[in-house]
């Protein structure tokens, strides 16, 4: 079925280098989508979102950007360090679906290391 | 402004038995959401709602799982009889409007089915 999905499931950063996080879906209906950083024991906190009449959006240290032409996601983290470690998962809404009924994809652990 | 409260933080409990989970959202949030994440996992929206009314439940699995909002403020969310695959994290989120808001996850119940 149509899910969203994420490339790699592990990704190791070193600490000061630009991490890159992508994430592919395959329902051109959704039109909102988030990304979540969630540490360990802790509850998914929001990055930043983008709809889906947007290319790009820019937040602190983190973009995102949407290619909906192949339907990818992807976030960019700027200068990495040690408390970026964790999972980020993305997420999508559906315009026909009720709001708040994220679909998550499976997530990827970023790593990062000295 | 404090956060999306929720206990207990973990639970151990034996296949066949019940368990209740409670959710406080952030005050003035108008939106609960109760999700499921299965280790390794994205989370699932179980169910949603308005203040104290159902606006989504079609992934609950009804036979054995109830949830709550009486008053549209708190939660409570329970599992009887809990089988062995409801092993998870059971998040509660809110979110202040019904239109494209983030949602404010809280730190989970894990719970453990044995």
């Known amino acids: 079925g149509e899910s969203v999905g994420l490339h790699l499931p592990t990704l190791s950063v070193q600490e000061g280098d630009n991490s890159i996080i992508n994430c592919a879906y395959s329902?051109?209906?959704?039109?909102?989508f988030i990304w979540y950083k969630q540490e360990s024991g802790k509850g998914p906190q929001f990055i930043i979102d983008i709809r889906s009449n947007m290319d790009k959006r820019q937040g602190q240290r983190v973009t995102v950007l949407l290619n909906k032409t192949v339907k990818h996601l992807s976030l960019q983290i700027a200068a990495t360090q040690p408390g970026d470690s964790a999972v980020y998962f993305c997420a999508e809404c559906r315009s026909t679906d009720s709001w708040g009924k994220l679909q998550f994809g499976a997530g990827t652990q970023v790593v990062v290391t000295p | 402004e404090a956060g999306v409260a929720q206990s207990p933080r973990y639970k151990i409990i034996e296949k066949r038995q019940s368990v209740a989970f409670w959710c406080n959202p952030i005050s003035g949030h108008a939106t609960l959401y109760w999700y499921q994440q299965i280790l390794g996992q994205g989370p699932k929206l179980l169910i949603q709602f308005q203040n104290n009314g159902v606006v989504d439940d079609s992934q609950l699995p009804k036979d054995r799982f109830s949830a709550e909002r009486l008053k549209g403020v708190d939660s409570t969310l329970k599992i009887q009889p809990a089988k062995l695959e409801d092993s998870a994290v059971y998040l509660c989120?809110?979110?202040?409007?019904?239109?494209?808001?983030?949602?404010?996850f809280g730190n989970g119940t894990r719970l453990t089915v044995t």
């Open positions: 329902n051109s209906a959704s039109d909102y």
């Open positions: 989120a809110s979110s202040p409007l019904t239109g494209r808001s983030p949602l404010h």
